[in-house]
């Protein structure tokens, strides 16, 4: 199914805007643009738990997904159905509740933001004045069963809002988590597609 209207929308970089879809409530909460990644095997500061960020580290436990990762590939063949073909983006993220996809028009210096609930697609308009790097769908290839395995487990006091996936130089992407620590505060934990923890900022 497909409607026009506002779109319930978690973004940073560029975006850093939230808006309601249809009456939700504002329990996604936006964040704040990482900084570097900590050093491996560093204490977080924001929540006090040691965490193995070795990219070699063992292989993360498979979990049944608290976040909306494994819609993501739905979500894009709704769009790129929706727009006729394959499409750039500058952001794909997930939360408990909706797919956000913000779909990059270069030459244009817009993006145009969908948010895909259920199997119902919807958009906003678009907005002028959106540079930076994006990527492909094909791009991302993350194994939603063990992406957010390593957060849940090394960081257990700390609650899943949003996963994100985010464009790099040359069509790269990056994929981070933002969580709430029971201690107080958001962290951004970036991961490999796999799901090892990579960094972790407090902010």
Do not use: H, K, W
């Amino acid at each position: 199914m497909r409607r026009r209207g506002r779109v319930a929308r978690v973004a940073i970089t560029a975006f850093a805007a939230i808006t309601a879809l249809g009456g939700c409530s504002d329990d996604e909460a936006g964040p704040t643009e990482a900084t570097e990644a900590t050093d491996a095997g560093s204490t977080d500061a924001g929540s006090a738990v040691p965490v193995s960020t070795a990219p070699g580290a063992d292989a993360c436990a498979p979990v049944d997904p608290v976040l909306l990762v494994d819609r993501i590939d739905e979500a894009v063949a709704a769009v790129e159905a929706e727009l006729g073909g394959p499409q750039q983006y500058f952001e794909i993220n997930a939360t408990a509740t909706l797919v956000n996809l913000f779909v990059a028009d270069v030459a244009a210096e817009s993006v145009t933001p969908y948010a895909y609930v259920g199997d119902e697609l919807s958009s906003d308009e678009p907005i002028v004045g959106a540079t930076g790097n994006t990527f492909a769908a094909d791009a991302v290839a993350v194994d939603t069963s063990r992406v957010l395995g390593c957060v849940s487990a090394e960081l257990p006091d700390t609650a899943l809002d949003v996963f994100f996936v985010e464009g790099g130089a040359g069509g790269t992407v990056r994929y981070t988590v933002l969580g709430t620590s029971a201690q107080g505060g958001q962290l951004v934990v970036e991961v490999a597609a796999t799901g090892q923890i990579i960094g972790v900022d407090a902010i």
